[in-house]
């Protein structure tokens, strides 16, 4: 099982850009790196996906160096509503681990 | 397009019953999820499905039935429960294996 390690909590300011870094050493070969955000009493929400390099979309940037046993998601200029717990999932189906994630508090 | 939902929002049980929880998807996934999340924790696999009439255990089976005998439906059993399954439980459909999961709005469920 590809178990990850994140920090359990980030504070930041709005405006500010935060990154959560993420380490998963025993990545296989095929895995995905996946992040997820989740607000109090909601499911999770998708945020990003990557295998390696980078990967941007509207919301969020994914960081992944050659070894790919880290992985950064990078939140550009972070608002109020960003406050929230977010995870990193590597692996398929049933090997999918979620942890405890980090909880992001966003000051105004 | 609805999305996943689970039915019922909130159940409050007592110990050795049972009762089944719902999640329908339309968004014709074959993969379908139950998760259960306990207070500031993270979600734990309790079972998946890669497709209608097949299930598979995930972390924390025990104690909990599924059935996927329609495509579109993931359906969680409790046959006697708990104070232990006292949790909040997600669930979730994606296309692809490790693909983006979709979750619903969760079940809270409390059993005395």
């Known amino acids: 099982l590809a178990k990850t390690t994140q920090p359990i909590s980030m504070d930041s300011y709005e405006g500010q850009e935060v990154n959560i870094t993420c380490s998963h050493n025993?990545?296989?070969?095929?895995?995905?790196i996946t992040w997820y955000q989740q607000f109090p009493s909601q499911g999770p929400r998708f945020i990003i996906q990557g295998y390696k390099t980078k990967v941007t979309n509207e919301v969020a940037s994914l960081f992944i160096p050659a070894d790919r046993k880290s992985s950064t998601l990078s939140l550009p200029r972070v608002s109020l509503s960003d406050t929230a717990v977010y995870y990193c999932l590597v692996g398929e189906a049933d090997k999918l681990i979620f942890g405890t994630g980090t909880r992001l508090q966003v000051f105004p | 397009n609805a999305g996943v939902t689970q039915t019922p929002k909130f159940r409050v049980l007592k110990t050795g019953q049972s009762m089944t929880l719902l999640c329908a998807q339309d968004?014709?996934?074959?993969?379908m999820y139950w998760y259960r999340q306990d207070p500031g924790m993270g979600l734990r696999l309790i079972h998946y499905s890669v497709g209608e009439g097949t299930t598979a255990k995930g972390e924390v089976p025990d104690g909990y039935n599924v059935s996927r005998l329609k495509k579109q439906n993931f359906l969680l059993g409790l046959e006697s429960a708990a104070p232990s399954q006292t949790s909040v439980y997600f669930c979730a459909s994606s296309y692809l294996t490790g693909g983006e999961q979709f979750f619903g709005p969760g079940t809270r469920l409390t059993v005395l």
């Open positions: 025993n990545i296989a070969t095929n895995d995905y």
């Open positions: 968004m014709n996934h074959e993969y």
